[in-house]
């Protein structure tokens, strides 16, 4: 996500790695590779691997391999492509269980929708500000995914949900303007 207040809400963040592999250590078949897993018989990390990407101790992305890409170019040479997305990505393949609900406000409905399938369970992994809306007990439709339930919550609060750089899950309030009276006049 370039910037999240500009890219739609409720997308993944997506990450593309570029690897030029000379020793072939990315090889999908390379039993000699310091990433290959003997028990598996594969390399070691593959779709759904956790990746974290990181800068001068700060993390820019955090989330997992969605596809990986090895391309022989000659022999000594070989380009491997790594895509990744963010937990959002997973979000919107697991099914929502079906249920009554009662009524609460948006980051309390967030958070048990959240607990309810054991998404971002660590501590302090749902950083959730208070909602402004209040959403009533409308039972919960289990065609859909997880993320396609939090963003019906989203769309009634107007807000933004996203996971940032160290993989948490972010909530954010509808933004509310701060209005004063001057004179018998908002401002």
């Keep these: 996500r370039q910037n999240r207040f500009r890219d739609p809400t409720g997308q993944p963040s997506t990450a593309t790695l570029q690897i030029e592999d000379r020793d072939f250590r990315f090889s999908l078949v390379n039993e000699g590779s310091p990433y290959w897993n003997a028990t598996k018989g594969r390399l070691g990390f593959e779709l759904n691997s956790g990746v974290r990407i990181s800068r001068n101790g700060t993390y820019l992305f955090t989330g997992i391999i969605t596809q990986y890409d090895q391309r022989i170019e000659n022999p000594s040479r070989s380009l491997v492509t790594i895509n990744c997305s963010d937990e959002l990505f997973r979000l919107n393949n697991t099914k929502i269980a079906a249920g009554a609900v009662t009524p609460q406000r948006s980051d309390e ?7 309810s399938v054991g998404a971002f369970s660590r501590p302090g992994q749902r950083i959730l500000e208070t909602g402004k809306a209040n959403l009533g007990s409308a039972p919960i ?10 963003m019906r919550v989203h769309t009634s609060e107007q807000g933004r949900i996203w996971v940032d750089g160290a993989g948490n899950f972010r909530f954010d309030r509808r933004l509310v303007g701060e209005y004063q009276a001057i004179d018998g006049y908002l401002s």
Excluded: A, F, T
Excluded at 141 to 150: I, R, T
């Design 141 to 150: 439709d289990s065609s859909s995914s997880v993320l396609e339930y939090l």
């Design 109 to 115: 409905r967030i958070d048990s929708v959240l607990g």
